[in-house]
């Protein structure tokens, strides 16, 4: 973030960075961290915040990086009526009208929320494949009003994944938890048949790969691509006489948890339990770290 409050921004003064240390520390993170090989689980993608936290000339240059080092690009878009406002009286121009302006409109961008597109601006945006994370449960607790119109963007092009947003906004991480809201809310929207299990799913699975630009490689068990399963148990009292559907009853039935999850052929889960060694002690690390930055935000001016 580049754009304090005294710049009409959105953060406050002590969080903000210069351009120029924002695109060197982009460029030194890809260089250490970030493996562009097949089936590789870290990945770095360039994230200015939004269009009113950051300048547009850190959207151009960002752009500009991203394609140079052959990483994706990840904003916040149209989550908001007041970035409707903003945009216009500062730029001239709607959130999506001044997010290809400074050159992102491409399917090497994928988006946060994406509520407030007009229809014309959802086809745009799919024309071009940038890929949209649905995020329910922050749209909901942020309490905007709005509804991404996920049948339009999919039906438009746009490859549209699910997202949890972060902590300040939603503080549950369950992809699980987001996919049943993502079938609620999309029948709250447009009726019974305005969302199926089985759309959701495709989001939650394909529709993540397609935003990271990794259909074929993740998101799907087929010949070649990466070992990565989930095993939910549908069994007991929950799930009584529900199996007719099971992917409808996977979402219908819960909260629940998985019993497996193997990455690239790694089991992660076992019977509901994490497999890695030291977590206990992340978690108290974790939560020393949580504390010291609600230290930091109490005493923000």
């Excluded at 961290?33 to 009113?52: E, I, M, Q, Y």
């Excluded at 746009?158 to 029948?187: F, H, I, K």
Aim: proline share 6%.
């Amino acid at each position: 973030m580049t754009l304090s409050v005294k710049d009409n921004g959105l953060p406050p003064d002590s969080v903000v960075q210069d351009d120029d240390d924002v695109l060197a520390d982009s460029e030194r993170l890809v260089s250490t961290h970030h493996d562009p090989g097949w089936g590789a689980t870290v990945r770095v993608a360039l994230g200015p915040c939004s269009v009113f936290s950051v300048s547009p000339g850190l959207m151009r240059r960002t752009a500009e990086l991203a394609e140079t080092l052959g990483v994706r690009l990840h904003t916040h878009l149209a989550e908001d009526r007041d970035e409707d406002s903003w945009c216009l009286e500062r730029f001239g121009r709607r959130p999506v009208e001044q997010f290809e302006e400074v050159g992102w409109l491409s399917g090497r961008s994928w988006v946060a929320h994406c509520i407030y597109p007009s229809p014309a601006e959802a086809a745009r945006l799919g024309g071009a494949g940038v890929g949209v994370a649905h995020c329910p449960s922050s749209n909901m607790l942020l309490a905007g009003g709005g509804f991404a119109p996920v049948r339009e963007l999919r039906a438009a092009g746009s490859p549209v994944g699910l997202g949890c947003d972060g902590s300040a906004s939603a503080d549950s991480a369950s992809l699980w938890l987001e996919a049943r809201t993502a079938l609620l809310l999309g029948r709250q929207r447009l009726g019974p048949a305005g969302m199926t299990a089985r759309e959701v799913l495709e989001m939650a699975t394909r529709g993540g790969a397609g935003c990271l630009g990794r259909l074929g490689e993740i998101g799907e068990l087929s010949v070649g691509a990466v070992g990565d399963l989930v095993c939910w148990p549908q069994q007991g009292v929950a799930f009584a006489g529900a199996l007719t559907d099971p992917v409808e009853a996977w979402l219908r039935c819960g909260p629940t948890v998985a019993r497996h999850t193997v990455v690239a052929g790694r089991v992660l889960v076992r019977d509901g339990a994490l497999t890695g060694p030291g977590v206990e002690e992340m978690l108290v690390r974790h939560a020393a770290a949580a504390a010291r930055l609600q230290r930091v935000t109490a005493a923000s001016p």
